[in-house]
């Protein structure tokens, strides 16, 4: 999976500072969306546990496959306390657990990851 960090304000023109998120899309190895994926969310944000499941397809703007978890309504910083993962139909995992941090900073909002599935 390759993990970026991007404003918001790249996909919501109209959007300010007041919120923190992850998204991303699903695609295959020949770049195909691939929609109806399993994506799982967890760990911990400021003291909070979170545990979230989306499918992939539900945030278009995206892409065809693309998917948005919101976390706050404001940004929060925090070091390899939240992570990603790619599912299979059954809850399978694909992938390992993708760690991640999260910033304060405006510019660094969202955090894009872009799972390529290899099988």
């Not at 970026?4 to 195909?32: E, H, I, M």
């Amino acid at each position: 999976a390759a993990l970026t960090y991007q404003a918001r304000t790249d996909f919501y023109p109209d959007k300010n500072c007041d919120w923190l998120g992850v998204a991303g899309k699903v695609v295959g190895t020949d770049g195909s969306p691939l929609k109806n994926q399993e994506i799982q969310l967890g760990g911990t944000l400021d003291g909070k546990a979170i545990s979230n499941l989306k499918l992939s397809g539900n945030a278009t703007m995206y892409g065809p496959s693309g998917f948005e978890f919101v976390l706050s309504d404001h940004p929060i910083a925090s070091t390899q306390t939240l992570w990603i993962q790619l599912l299979d139909n059954t809850a399978k995992p694909l992938t390992d657990k993708i760690y991640f941090d999260t910033y304060t900073d405006c510019t660094q909002n969202l955090v894009m990851v872009v799972f390529t599935k290899t099988r």
